[in-house]
């Protein structure tokens, strides 16, 4: 089953609306890109907020139609360009070129994170203490790597994202709930690499669940996979089971308070 949501969208002065969720393109501090914020002008009192990463693909309708799932679900949401250009690959050349651009730059990107966690944190509709992010594929690594650097989240979630880092967490520096989903048919993210994990967040000290699906591949949270996968020979799939468990787990992962 798709879980998109179709956009029918009215243009005003830059914003955009589509039943009870506000939608507005944002620009983040110093010039380090620009974000779209997801609003549910229902909802009355502060709650949890979510970051959200795309995948290597860049900030595309995949990633923009999840914040929207958390918005309509009763969330401010904020879907952040992490590469900062705006563009979008369609082909997995241009996507490698755009992820590995950003990976060398690390310190630029954690400002952009930062940014967006700074933006996030101003929005009265946001709990104290209750701002989480959330990444899919590359963005899956981006968030992990600011629960390794410590940075004052309730929480971290990783789909289908690599869990490997050059850089592992010690002992009590994670302040974040780490919530991991990941296909064990994934061969981006080997069994070995997932073992090397779970020993980094046991040694560290972590709050985390990781939840490994049998005979799931990469991007399987993704419903346009299978063509991309079958177009450029990828091991991309979707699961509609995977999928469906992994964001139920995430809704519970954001309703848990301290």
């Known amino acids: ?14 914003q ?14 110093d010039g380090l890109g620009k974000g779209i914020m997801y609003l549910n002008d229902d909802q009355k009192d502060p709650g949890p907020g979510v970051i959200v990463v795309h995948e290597w693909w860049g900030l595309n309708d995949y990633a923009r139609n999840r914040a929207h799932m958390l918005a309509q679900a009763g969330y401010t949401a904020l879907a952040v360009d992490m590469y900062g250009t705006g563009e979008v690959a369609t082909h997995p050349k241009d ?13 630029t990107m954690n400002a952009r994170f930062q940014a967006a966690r700074s933006m996030m ?5 946001v709990a104290p203490g209750r701002l989480f992010a ?17 940075t004052d989240l309730a929480g971290v979630a990783s789909f289908h994202g690599s869990l490997g880092t050059e850089n592992p967490a010690k002992a009590g520096e994670i302040k974040a709930r780490v919530l ?7 061969p981006m993210v080997p069994a070995k690499q997932v073992s ?27 419903p346009g996979a299978d063509a991309a996968g079958k177009r ?18 995430l809704i519970d992962f954001l309703e848990h308070e301290e």
């Open 1 to 14: 089953m798709k879980r998109f949501f179709l956009l029918v969208s009215l243009i005003v002065a830059g």
């Open 95 to 107: 996507a490698k070129s755009f992820m590995e651009t950003a990976l060398a730059d690390p310190e």
């Open 134 to 150: 959330i990444g899919y594929c590359f963005g899956g690594a981006v968030v992990l790597e600011q629960a390794r650097r410590g």
């Open 196 to 222: 090397g994990f779970v020993s980094e967040m046991t040694t560290a000290g972590a709050d985390f669940q990781l939840l490994s699906f049998p005979g799931v591949k990469h991007s399987f949270t993704n």
């Open 180 to 186: 991991v989903a990941t296909g064990q048919a994934d």
């Open 232 to 249: 450029f020979d990828m091991p991309l799939a979707y699961s509609a089971h995977a999928d469906q468990v992994s964001w139920k787990a």
């Open 16 to 29: 955009t609306s589509s039943a009870d969720i506000i939608e507005t393109e944002v620009t983040l501090p």
């Open 121 to 125: 944190l101003k929005q009265q509709q």
